[in-house]
Nanobody, 116 residues
Framework: QVQVVESGGGLVQPGGSLRLSCAAS????????MGWHRQSPGNERELVAR???????VYADSVKGRFTISSDNAKATVYLQMKSLKPEDTAVYYC??????????WGQGTQVTVAS
């Protein structure tokens, strides 16, 4: 059993910053990628950023240059540093852990609200 827990969401003004953290625990073996998705009301869940164990990174076009993903593989932890936040970044952010064998684990989500 793998548990995935996010933290760091909250309310921030436009132009502000937030840092999300996600830690996986339990029977975490053979990590493949760790990443972040988000979902706002009426929209599908979308990939924000993903980092592989080898360090390859993918960002959604909408966050390039503003968000930075990083990870500590030994601790099965992934971070998302978000800067220059916009109202359209408002969403529930979900952590995604994928292991070899295509096992996918999700966190419960953390709310990020960007508003003045």
């Amino acid at each position: 059993q793998v548990q995935v827990v996010e933290s760091g969401g909250g309310l921030v003004q436009p132009g502000g910053s937030l840092r999300l953290s996600c830690a996986a625990s339990g029977r975490v073996t053979s990590l493949y990628t760790m990443g972040w998705h988000r979902q706002s009301p009426g929209n599908e869940r979308e990939l924000v950023a993903r980092i592989s164990i080898g360090g390859n990174i993918v960002y959604a076009d909408s966050v390039k240059g503003r968000f930075t993903i990083s990870s500590d593989n030994a601790k099965a932890t992934v971070y998302l540093q978000m800067k220059s936040l916009k109202p359209e970044d408002t969403a529930v952010y979900y952590c995604e852990i994928i292991t070899y064998g295509a096992n996918i684990y999700w966190g419960q989500g953390t709310q990020v609200t960007v508003a003045s």
